[in-house]
């Protein structure tokens, strides 16, 4: 457990109700980037991620230190947002089988990129602009993953998803980013030769 994180929790239960903007301040980036990846609406991403932080400020006196704050508040994170989704409707959280994907490689590891240089800034707008194309699904195991640097088994406790569905959603998610990023890519590079 983080250490901050643990003298902010202990400070909390003994009263001091706002040490707990502490804890929102920490991880509130994070946790929005989670939310707006799995409900691709900004406004409803606030409004699931203020309902997060309230449940886990009432749920604070029963958290069992049993895994981290955030691992245990971006689960929260993930159970609003999937609620959320399902009362639109639009929630496709189904368990894929096949291949577990256990092969692991960078995002971009085996494409060679076009010899132009690009601007990181727009490098990384473009795979910005591709994750948020992504089902919910893959968008937001890729976030966990990568922007929350969550491992495996911190994503099957915060998702509660089967490891290999887990690891599967992550394979699918990084191909399917790879080759929208890769085509973004030639079209950048088919306009650059025209111009």
Excluded at 39 to 61: G, S, T, V, W, Y
Excluded at 143 to 158: A, G, H, N, R
């Amino acid at each position: 457990m983080n250490d901050l994180d643990f003298q902010v929790i202990q400070k909390v239960l003994a009263g001091e109700k706002r040490a707990y903007a502490q804890l929102v301040d920490r991880h509130k980036d994070k946790a929005m980037a989670l939310a707006v990846r799995m409900l691709k609406n900004h406004q409803d991403a606030e409004e699931a991620l203020q309902d997060a932080f309230i449940r886990a400020f009432n749920a604070l006196p029963r958290f069992e230190w049993k895994s981290s704050f955030s691992t245990w508040f971006y689960r929260i994170v993930y159970n609003v947002c999937a609620t959320a989704l399902s009362k639109k409707g639009s929630a496709q959280l189904l368990s894929l089988d096949g291949e577990e994907g256990n092969e692991t490689f960078g995002l971009l590891s085996d494409i060679e990129l076009p010899d132009i240089e690009f601007e990181l800034d727009e490098f990384r707008q473009i795979v910005q602009e591709e994750i948020n194309k992504l089902p919910h699904t893959y968008a937001s195991v890729l976030t966990l993953f990568f922007i929350q640097e969550m491992s495996y088994e911190e994503i099957v406790e915060t998702s509660e998803l089967p490891l290999g569905t887990v690891k599967n959603r992550l394979f699918r998610a990084r191909t399917m980013l790879r080759d929208a990023v890769l085509k973004r890519l030639i079209e950048v590079v088919r306009k650059e030769k025209v111009a």
